[in-house]
């Protein structure tokens, strides 16, 4: 059941855009607005910087609620704040990002773009949060006091799909140092090696030059250590299970 203030949240606030990456929240808040029966359709931006399954799955989302879907493709290391990973960098990308969102709505007439952050989402951990507020983007969840445990429990009434936690590649690399294709394709690489390899959850390999530190769940750290050749194999000269 759709609850009640999200449906009035979602009915108040049509027609309207929903900005879908590849993730979870993201997905439940489209599903809830097909089962508001509202007008909706699905944007995603494909900056370049999140893997292309992040993609391919948003795209299967909208297909499968039967919404209309557009991918949008922003070169954003073409940002000198992005490609250069100053502290402003989940700021410039959000913004950019959402106000290619916003473009694309108004020009096909919808009038209210929303986004997947919920209540239990820290503003002082995402940048990007501000950039929301500034644009006028809206977060449904959030004004009606969603939060993770709730909108997991409805993905799974809904029988939509909840995947790991993800981001984009750009957090593997230090802040201050410059991010490049090569360094998150072997972050991407090493990380799909290790979840091939049957290591679950949310797994982070952090890029610095050759060296890697691998991050996994709890529990889980012996195994990775075994896989550290494989890891090497991607380009690292080192690697370090943390």
């Known amino acids: 059941?759709?609850?009640?203030?999200?449906?009035?949240?979602?009915?108040?606030?049509?027609?309207?855009?929903?900005?879908?990456?590849?993730?979870?929240?993201?997905?439940?808040?489209?599903?809830?607005?097909?089962?508001?029966?509202?007008?909706?359709?699905?944007?995603?931006?494909?900056?370049?910087l999140v893997p292309p399954e992040e993609v391919a799955v948003a795209a299967r989302v909208a297909r499968t609620l039967r919404v209309r879907h557009e991918t949008l493709a922003v070169e954003m290391l073409a940002r000198e704040a992005v490609r250069e990973n100053t502290p402003e960098r989940c700021y410039v990308c959000k913004r950019v990002m959402m106000e290619r969102v916003i473009a694309w709505a108004e020009a096909h007439g919808y009038r209210y773009v929303v986004d997947g952050t919920h209540a239990g989402d820290d503003p002082a951990g995402r940048p990007g949060v501000r950039?929301?507020?500034?644009?006028?983007?809206?977060?449904?969840?959030?004004?009606?006091?969603?939060?993770?445990?709730?909108?997991?429990?409805?993905?799974?009434?809904?029988?939509?799909?909840?995947?790991?936690?993800?981001?984009?590649?750009?957090?593997?690399?230090?802040?201050?140092?410059?991010?490049?294709?090569?360094?998150?394709?072997?972050?991407?690489?090493?990380?799909?090696?290790l979840r091939r390899a049957g290591i679950p959850g949310r797994i982070r390999v952090r890029v610095a030059g050759r060296s890697a530190k691998v991050e996994v769940p709890a529990g889980y750290e012996e195994q990775a250590r075994t896989l550290v050749a494989g890891v090497r194999a991607v380009g690292f000269d080192e690697v370090e299970v943390v």
Request: net charge negative.
């Open 131 to 193: 950039a929301l507020a500034e644009l006028g983007v809206l977060s449904p969840f959030a004004a009606c006091d969603i939060g993770r445990e709730e909108l997991l429990a409805l993905a799974d009434a809904w029988g939509v799909e909840v995947r790991p936690s993800s981001s984009c590649m750009a957090t593997r690399i230090p802040t201050g140092t410059v991010v490049t294709v090569e360094a998150m394709r072997r972050a991407h690489e090493a990380e799909e090696f």
């Open 1 to 48: 059941m759709l609850p009640d203030c999200l449906l009035t949240y979602l009915r108040t606030h049509a027609p309207l855009v929903v900005a879908l990456s590849g993730g979870t929240d993201s997905a439940v808040l489209l599903a809830a607005a097909v089962r508001a029966g509202v007008e909706v359709a699905a944007v995603t931006v494909d900056t370049g």
